[in-house]
T-cell receptor
Framework: GAVVSQHPSRVICKSGTSVKIECRSL??????MFWYRQFPKQSLMLMAT?????????EQGVEKDKFLINHASLTLSTLTVTSAHPEDSSFYIC??????????????FGPGTRLTVT | EDQVTQSPEALRLQEGESSSLNCSYT??????LFWYRQDPGKGPEFLFT???AGEEKEKERLKATLTKKESFLHITAPKPEDSATYLC?????????????FGQGTTLQVKP
């Protein structure tokens, strides 16, 4: 159980174009999903928290107009990188929250999306 | 400020050589501490959740323990397939979204 998928796994786009990444919880409902960015040999950097049916909460320093997040249903969140530039090239990972145990919310991660902007 | 520090940054072991990874944390009220395994080019894979000091959990060659200030991930008789980056994260009671605060990870390499 607790499987999260991401699509696409790899994407190459030209500078100035937009690209959408989908994150789905396959066997559970996720009221909250998270979007992370990871640079080579570094840990995960939280970009934003996405709540179903409401606006996403962005971390400090993350441009909300550049990284558009939509959480339209309990199983789907999307991240759109608008007007992508080479510096946006990175590994993007989503996670979905599932309630467990004594109130701690376990997060299950998707396999990630490698974005390359040329 | 809530913070997680993992050590060492990198660890090389021979197959069968047991060792421990450390995760030190400061958090304003711990809701849970999580261990994940991440292979290159993949998303983190959930391993354990620990809730209170004294708690221990095991899975195959891995055992996670928790005190009020740190957590250890013990690896007993590791195999080459245990090679990965191990991430520790904490969740504060003050977070109603379940936000995780990650350490920088420990990259483990097990040589045959």
């Amino acid at each position: 159980g607790a499987v999260v998928s991401q699509h696409p796994s790899r994407v190459i786009c030209k500078s100035g174009t937009s690209v959408k990444i989908e994150c789905r919880s396959l066997d559970f409902q996720a009221t909250t999903m998270f979007w992370y960015r990871q640079f080579p040999k570094q840990s995960l950097m939280l970009m934003a928290t996405s709540n179903e049916g409401s606006k996403a909460t962005y971390e400090q320093g993350v441009e909300k107009d550049k990284f558009l997040i939509n959480h339209a249903s309990l199983t789907l969140s999307t991240l759109t990188v608008t007007s992508a530039h080479p510096e946006d090239s990175s590994f993007y990972i989503c996670s979905a929250r599932d309630r467990a145990g004594l109130g701690a919310y376990e997060q299950y991660f998707g396999p990630g999306t490698r974005l390359t902007v040329t | 400020e809530d913070q997680v520090t993992q050590s060492p940054e990198a660890l090389r072991l021979q197959e069968g050589e047991s060792s421990s990874l450390n995760c030190s944390y400061t958090v304003s009220g711990l809701r849970g501490l999580f261990w994940y395994r991440q292979d290159p080019g993949k998303g983190p894979e959930f391993l354990f959740t620990l809730y209170s000091a004294g708690e221990e959990k095991e899975k195959e060659r891995l055992k996670a323990t928790l005190t009020k200030k740190e957590s250890f991930l013990h690896i007993t008789a590791p195999k080459p397939e245990d090679s990965a980056t191990y991430l520790c994260a904490v969740q504060a009671r003050s977070s109603n979204t379940g936000k995780l605060i990650f350490g920088q990870g420990t990259t483990l390499q097990v040589k045959p």
